[in-house]
């Protein structure tokens, strides 16, 4: 024996490399979503500094994926930027962000609820 000791609950190595690598995984998101900014409690603001602006985009699109909250793309059918409303699911929060390009920094709208 190598003198090695290893958890006996491991049948084979490969077990023991397959905990190993979804652990590794789990890590490795945990430290995406923090670089990413994707936080519970971001607070939503109106705002035109486009670091917020993209900050919020970013938290918002992945409420989506996580079924927190309801995207309606180009809602705002009048402006001539890319927009999209989100409703959180939640707290019935409504906000609509103008998409930021080159020449326009974006802009972040908080709606207010009738509730």
Not at 61 to 74: F, G, S
Request: hydrophobic content about 35%; charged content about 30%; glycine content about 2%.
């Amino acid at each position: 024996m190598s003198g090695k000791k290893y958890n006996k609950a491991f049948k084979s190595d490969s077990q023991r490399l397959a905990v190993s690598l979804r652990s590794s995984i789990a890590k490795r998101h945990s430290h995406l979503n923090a670089a990413l900014c994707v936080s519970e409690s971001m607070r939503i603001e109106n705002t035109k500094d486009r670091r917020k602006v993209k900050a919020i985009e970013e938290w918002s699109l992945a409420l989506v994926k996580e079924d927190k909250t309801r995207e309606i793309m180009n809602w705002d059918e009048t402006s001539t930027w890319h927009n999209s409303k989100f409703i959180d699911l939640e707290s019935g929060q409504e906000w609509v962000i103008y998409i930021s390009d080159r020449a326009y920094p974006g802009e972040v709208k908080l709606i207010e609820n009738c509730a």
